[in-house]
């Protein structure tokens, strides 16, 4: 009880650096209730501590070994830099989950298609993106808004991430707006495709 008051009692960037200190002093299995679900959900207190976006990455069902290590760093560098540094690796694994799911499709487009094109042939050709549901109409307006954050992101990881020498970078709340953007995507993508 000490403990939980002195860290309550704390900053939040401060509270960020304590846990971080915990885990670093226990990591999983030095204990049996030590485990690595437990350290994923102190990580996960850290990130909202440092004002990591609140849309939680989900456990993605189609996936490949790129997206996987894009949103592995993503993560890290969300938690030891900010935002900023993670909108190169969640456009990519956005731009990686597409590719996988349209092959795994069948689905047919250029080898170099951008996230743009991507997006519009699984909204146009993918079975499951086919039947949305009541308020169909809604819902492809939705999907429509999302495509033009979809064309947006293109030209956000180019211009001002750091995925390019750029001397203007996004700032922390837009960088986080890009990552919650492309996590909204991502888990609504996974969700309804993955849907036996």
């Known amino acids: 009880s000490r403990f939980i008051s002195i860290l309550s009692g704390a900053p939040l960037k401060s509270q960020a650096k304590i846990l971080?200190?915990?885990?670093?002093?226990?990591?999983?299995?030095s204990q049996p209730h030590r485990t690595e679900q437990m350290r994923d959900e102190i990580l996960s207190w850290i990130a909202r501590l440092n004002g990591a976006p609140v849309v939680k990455a989900a456990q993605l069902k189609t996936t490949n070994a790129l997206v996987v290590r894009a949103l592995e760093d993503a993560e890290k560098l969300l938690s030891s830099n900010g935002a900023t540094s993670a909108v190169d690796r969640v456009h990519?694994?956005?731009?990686?989950?597409?590719?996988?799911?349209?092959r795994d499709e069948g689905l047919s487009g250029p080898e170099d298609a951008s996230l743009t094109q991507l997006f519009k042939l699984l909204r146009t050709s993918h079975p499951r993106l086919q039947d949305l549901g009541p308020r169909s109409e809604d819902i492809a307006k939705a999907l429509q808004g999302l495509a033009s954050v979809i064309d947006a992101l293109n030209p956000l990881r180019?211009?001002?991430?750091?995925?390019?020498?750029?001397?203007?970078?996004?700032?922390?709340?837009?960088?986080l707006l890009v990552v919650n953007s492309v996590r909204?995507?991502?888990?609504?993508?996974?969700?309804?495709?993955?849907?036996?």
């Open 20 to 29: 971080e200190g915990v885990l670093d002093k226990y990591p999983p299995d």
């Open 92 to 102: 990519t694994a956005l731009h990686g989950y597409m590719k996988c799911v349209a």
């Open 158 to 175: 180019n211009k001002a991430s750091v995925a390019h020498p750029n001397i203007d970078l996004l700032a922390e709340p837009e960088a």
């Open 184 to 196: 909204t995507i991502l888990n609504y993508l996974d969700k309804k495709l993955s849907v036996s």
